[in-house]
């Protein structure tokens, strides 16, 4: 069974740091493309970034190129996301997703970790 | 970015047809697919490609749609699909969802 654990969410001051990780299991991590889709409360989602399978490449949306850094350990099985210098418009559920390649859906999500900026 | 449009709201009783729409602001192709988003939950993947169903999702749910308008079908409705269901594109950079149409059962 395919799971995806997020971990390290919370309230942060803005202009602070936060790192979210997402633990898989249930298929060969090292396989897939993965990603973080974001979504703010009672609003709708919001794709965020990507990596490929080997994470030789990285993809972002424009508001959070240059804060955020995506990035995953093949051999933990591990996806990660390091946010930098957050704003407020940066609170959201964080959820991590599997991609099936850079075309495809999501097709497995995470259950989310909710990240709140706040003074 | 791609904006996709869908209807906010939709109310069905059980048993109906209902279609719920996804228009993108520019072509997609075929690169369009669907979500089901349960309340307080995470979302799940119905749709793909278009018109491809996902596996262990009900065949009352079924996807249509090229270019830049794209259909949700649920034939009939039952109470449990009472959710909020996204579109999302992936054929232009940055990926984009859209806003959601939320089906509430009569």
């Known amino acids: 069974e395919v799971q995806l654990v997020e971990s390290g969410g919370g309230l942060v001051q803005p202009g602070r740091s936060l790192k979210l990780s997402c633990a898989a299991s249930?298929?060969?991590?090292?396989?897939?493309?993965m990603a973080w889709v974001r979504q703010a409360p009672t609003k709708g989602l919001e794709w965020v970034a990507s990596i490929t399978n080997s994470g030789g490449s990285t993809y972002y949306r424009d508001s959070v190129k240059g804060r955020f850094t995506i990035s995953r350990d093949n051999a933990k099985s591990t996806l990660y996301l390091q946010m930098d210098s957050l704003r407020s418009e940066d609170t959201a559920t964080y959820y991590c997703?599997?991609?099936?390649?850079?075309?495809?859906?999501?097709?497995?999500w995470g259950q989310g970790v909710m990240v709140t900026v706040s003074s | 970015d791609t904006v996709l449009t869908q209807s906010p709201a939709l109310a069905v009783s059980p048993g109906e047809r209902v279609t719920i729409s996804c228009r993108a602001s520019?072509?997609?192709?075929?690169?369009m697919h669907w979500y089901q988003q349960k309340p307080g939950q995470q979302p799940t993947l119905l749709i793909y490609?278009?018109?491809n169903l996902e596996s262990g999702v009900p065949a009352r749910f079924s996807g249509s749609g090229s270019g830049t308008d794209f259909t949700l079908t649920i034939d009939p409705v039952e109470a449990d699909d009472t959710a909020t269901y996204y579109c999302?594109?992936?054929?232009?950079?940055?990926?984009?969802f859209g806003g959601g149409t939320k089906l509430e059962l009569k």
């Open positions: 997703t599997r991609d099936r390649d850079s075309y495809a859906p999501f097709d497995y």
């Open positions: 520019e072509s997609v192709s075929t690169l």
């Open positions: 999302q594109q992936s054929w232009n950079d940055p990926w984009t």
């Open positions: 249930g298929f060969t991590f090292s396989n897939y493309y």
């Open positions: 490609l278009a018109s």
